[in-house]
Nanobody, 123 residues
Framework: QVQLVESGGGLVQAGGSLRLSCAAS????????MAWFRQAPGKERDFVAA????????YNEDSVEGRFTISIDNAKNTVYLQMNSLKPEDTAVYFC????????????????WGQGTQVTVSS
């Protein structure tokens, strides 16, 4: 059974950095896409970034382009989200997700989800 476990969230001041981790287990992920979504209070769960399991293809949402970087360590079955120049509007619960197949930004296309990790950016 696929399991995704996020870590690395916390409280940070505006302009600061955090690195989120998502450890994946339960199967071979060689043809899978890994992604990060986020959900602010009272809002929809929105796409942030995605990466192919090989690491050869990435896709970022426009508002995080140049600030957030998604990466993967295949040996550790772990995907990371390095978040720099954080803004108060980045405050949300961040979720890791995975799907069999190519990168997509559509939430409904992802089959497996982690429990989420809270990121709070103070002004």
């Amino acid at each position: 059974q696929v399991q995704l476990v996020e870590s690395g969230g916390g409280l940070v001041q505006a302009g600061g950095s955090l690195r989120l981790s998502c450890a994946a287990s339960g199967r071979t992920f060689s043809s899978y896409t890994m992604a990060w979504f986020r959900q602010a209070p009272g809002k929809e769960r929105d796409f942030v970034a995605a990466i192919s399991w090989s690491g050869s293809t990435t896709y970022n949402e426009d508002s995080v382009e140049g600030r957030f970087t998604i990466s993967i360590d295949n040996a550790k079955n772990t995907v990371y989200l390095q978040m720099n120049s954080l803004k108060p509007e980045d405050t949300a619960v961040y979720f890791c997700a995975t799907r069999a197949g190519t990168i997509t930004r559509y939430r409904s296309q992802y089959s497996y989800w982690g429990q989420g990790t809270q990121v709070t950016v103070s002004s």
